[in-house]
């Protein structure tokens, strides 16, 4: 896990970086290099922006970019505004131009896939958010496959992969730690997302350390619930090992505890995955009227 990790934080750092240092640092000899090495950057950084999960380095850190690409774009065009719009170009002009053409395309089409992520045409299940007492942040979340991973598994469609945010915006203290205790979402409580009813739990998978996975009890600890109304099944997995304080058949209210967070079943750390389900296909859900995506923010 530590590679991929490494992975994101050049996607996320070392990339943006050096587009926006191709900006400031190239020697631009027409506006038309300029524009459109500035679209492509700006299109890359989007779907950078809006994709990546940012709770590693801080999930504020995706907006500093944006104002850099500000700058960068201000300050550039101080150097080729009195440049011709067109010149001859050379082989290798065209190719960069040609390069950059392409990437505008591509990126533009992706960023538009990743748009449909926002909103949903499927009735969704209206529910209170069960964390409270933090900063809370969707790592997995959305209606594309691109913002939200389980939106491959008919199941678990509109799933939402929960973590904490300490006051740094990160979701833990280090990068990877093995120790649970360093991740803000560990044994936060865990409440009842509706009125509803329990139909299901499991309280006695032990919490993994990081990365450890046990993808024979994929569920870990959970409560599973239906709610007043609804037909579909409400999981909340992934719990702290002895800490499910409801049983089968009881009556709940929204806002009583469920238990708390942990990192039991097939998750690499701390997190709470939530979905609904009805006849083996995902529902959507929302929490106060809100459909959240990747990258949303609960405090």
């Known amino acids: 896990m530590i590679f991929p990790m490494l992975l994101s934080l050049g996607i996320l750092i070392v990339l943006p970086a050096g587009l926006l240092v191709g900006i400031w640092k190239s020697a631009f000899k ?8 500035v679209l492509a950057t700006t299109v890359l950084i989007a779907c950078i922006f809006q994709t990546a999960n940012w709770s590693s380095i801080g999930s504020y850190w995706r ?17 080729v505004r009195d440049l011709p719009f067109r010149i001859k170009y050379t082989g290798s002009q065209k190719v960069s131009i040609g390069i950059n053409i392409l990437l505008i395309l591509v990126f533009t089409v992706f960023n538009g896939f990743v748009l449909t992520s926002y909103s949903v045409k499927d009735q969704a299940i209206d529910l209170a958010f069960p964390l409270k007492d933090g900063t809370y942040y969707v790592g997995h979340g959305g209606n594309h496959v691109h913002m939200n991973y389980h939106q491959a598994h008919p199941p ?19 990068l990877y730690p ?9 044994e936060n409580n ?19 350390t990081p990365p450890e996975m046990d993808p024979e009890n994929t569920m870990g600890n959970y ?26 058949g009881e009556e709940v209210t929204t806002g009583q505890l469920l238990g708390k967070i942990g990192n ?7 997190h709470l995955h939530i979905h609904a389900e009805l006849d083996g296909v995902g529902v959507p859900i929302t929490f106060e009227g809100k459909f959240l995506v ?5 405090r």
């Open 156 to 174: 678990q469609k509109y799933a939402l992969d929960i973590l904490g945010l300490n006051k740094l915006g990160t979701r833990a203290t280090g």
């Open 294 to 298: 990747r990258n949303s923010i609960v």
């Open 178 to 186: 093995k120790d649970l205790d360093k991740y803000e979402i560990y």
């Open 264 to 270: 039991s079943g097939n998750t690499s750390e701390p």
């Open 63 to 79: 907006y500093i970019w944006i104002v850099l690409l500000v700058i960068a774009i201000v300050t550039s065009w101080r150097r």
């Open 190 to 208: 865990l409440y009842s997302p509706c009125n509803g009813i329990v139909i299901e739990t499991r309280n006695d998978i032990p919490d993994l």
């Open 30 to 37: 027409s506006k038309l290099e300029w524009l459109l090495d």
């Open 223 to 248: 409560v599973a619930l239906t709610c007043n109304g609804h037909e579909a099944i409400i999981y909340l997995m992934h719990m702290q090992q002895e800490s499910v304080s409801v049983t089968e």
